[in-house]
């Protein structure tokens, strides 16, 4: 979803945030918010001001709270369905954006080899108590820290927006008979009208982990990862 389409699917916990916090986020998610927008904020819009804070609910709670992104995470299963598809055994497995290890904990006994690579320190700190066998590096999707054709299979969960030049980079970094699998990616669609595969299973066949009632509260109703992605590796030309 594009600026504006994010700012209209706030949950009710971006009240929790203010433009000082804004400013404390890396520059690759300010990046997204239209300089319009930012320039109206800083001027006093209160609109525009409630807008941004709106748009980067999701940033936010990422970066500024790893506790709260790892509660969501820990309550919201991955579909059982899902994990049956990834073909991890005895591969190089390469996950992006890993946040706190919902899936690498699956991840980190079958690959031969695991990287991980997450942006955000704070998660970084949970993921190394969960896995610490895994190789955790600091990056983000569009310039990952990973050596050309390295992983025979890339994995990614709940993070990946529909950008060509992020879905470049994920080829760049899985070897040509290697495969891509992108759990609950932002707009499942974009992906399947671009020839990749689609399964989707029924969100209601997941059992929720206990959790505080207050979380729902503040990040909506919660939604495990019910839908895969996937495709080989694209030759560049």
Not at 108 to 121: G, H
Request: contains cysteine.
């Amino acid at each position: 979803m594009d600026y504006f389409q994010a700012a209209s699917a706030a949950p009710p916990g971006w009240r929790r945030y203010t433009l000082e916090d804004v400013a404390r986020l890396p520059n690759q998610y300010l990046a997204t918010v239209p300089v319009a927008e930012r320039e109206a904020a800083e001027r006093g819009d209160a609109e525009a001001a409630e807008r941004l804070r709106r748009a980067l609910f999701w940033p936010m709670v990422y970066e500024l709270e790893p506790q709260l992104w790892d509660a969501v995470s820990q309550a919201e299963p991955i579909h059982p369905g899902i994990l049956a598809k990834l073909e991890v055994e005895g591969r190089r497995v390469l996950e992006v954006a890993a946040g706190s290890g919902r899936l690498t904990v699956y991840l980190c006994p079958r690959a031969d080899e695991l990287v991980c690579v997450e942006p955000s320190a704070g998660l970084r700190r949970i993921l190394v108590t969960r896995c610490p066998s895994a190789d955790i590096r600091a990056g983000f999707a569009q310039a990952l820290p990973v050596e050309d054709g390295w992983a025979e299979l890339t994995v990614c969960c709940a993070s990946i927006q529909p950008d060509p030049r992020v879905v470049l980079e994920l080829e760049r970094v899985t070897a040509p008979d290697g495969i891509l699998m992108l759990i609950s990616p932002e707009n499942p669609d974009w992906f399947q009208a671009r020839g990749w595969e689609r399964l989707t299973f029924d969100p209601s066949d997941v059992v929720l982990n206990p959790h505080d009632p207050e979380l729902e509260k503040i990040v909506g109703p919660l939604d495990p990862p019910h839908e895969l992605v996937w495709r080989e590796r694209r030759h560049r030309r």
